[in-house]
């Protein structure tokens, strides 16, 4: 398998992170040799939190249903008994102004119901994951989206509410960059001056290969436009 702990190490280290990439894999089965998640949670992206601070487990759909935008975009379908939850909460964002109703169908969705969901720091996932979840600040996470077009991907449109849609987005093989939204910056404790960057797993290596590039490139450039600023600018 991929040397996945010196991948996070170079993420860690190029872009100075401070949460560990999370890796995400999407089971037709629970796997036999990861622990499974015990407990509740209020949001989806709360298990980015838990495998950010170093936890590996996995989920099933069940685990899920105490968010129903995050179910809707796992393509989890909730209980008869709570499926009333959904255009409940979708009523309430609708009424205050939050979405429109007609935008929820363009919201991408897993292509089908996981069995489960494997979740761990990139560097201890164990197999290889189908996406990685990087919270960063901007001026970092730029150098992360530019390796990515280097390393022939095609970055889609920025993506906002809900951010856990940047998931399914991001399995078509390409790098997704997400504003996040108000929910998950609640559940997660990401702060305001950091976004997400979505990679898909299969493009990892080859994106990380090309880092050590463009940071050199960055860092010459910084050096030029300084110069140019210095020498051209009158006010």
Not at 3 to 12: G, K, N, P, T
Not at 15 to 39: C, Q, W
Not at 67 to 82: D, F, K, Q, W
Request: charge should be negative; glycine fraction near 8%.
């Amino acid at each position: 398998m991929t040397d996945y702990a010196r991948i996070e190490d170079v993420l860690m280290t190029r872009l100075a992170l401070e949460r560990r990439p999370v890796a995400m894999t999407f089971r037709d089965a629970p796997p036999s040799n990861v622990r499974k998640f015990t407990g509740s949670q209020p949001s989806g992206c709360s298990f980015w939190r838990l495998a950010a601070a170093g936890d590996v487990f996995y989920t099933e759909p069940s685990d899920h249903y105490n968010c129903p935008v995050g179910s809707y975009t796992h393509n989890i379908a909730l209980p008869p008994e709570r499926e009333q939850e959904l255009p409940q909460v979708l009523s309430l964002m609708t009424d205050i102004g939050y979405i429109r109703l007609e935008e929820v169908g363009g919201i991408p969705r897993l292509p089908h119901t996981p069995a489960a969901i494997i979740y761990a720091p990139l560097g201890q996932t164990p197999v290889d994951p189908d996406v990685v979840v990087v919270a960063g600040r901007p001026g970092d996470l730029m150098l992360l989206q530019e390796a990515g077009t280097r390393a022939s991907t095609t970055p889609a449109p920025l993506l906002g509410r809900p951010t856990c849609m940047a998931i399914p987005a991001a399995l078509s093989g390409t790098v997704v960059s997400s504003l996040g939204c108000v929910g998950n910056r609640i559940y997660t404790g990401v702060s305001a001056d950091e976004f997400y960057v979505v990679v898909a797993g299969q493009m990892l290596s080859g994106i990380v290969e090309q880092l050590s590039t463009i940071v050199s490139a960055n860092a010459a450039l910084t050096d030029y436009h300084t110069g140019r600023r210095a020498a051209l600018a009158s006010a």
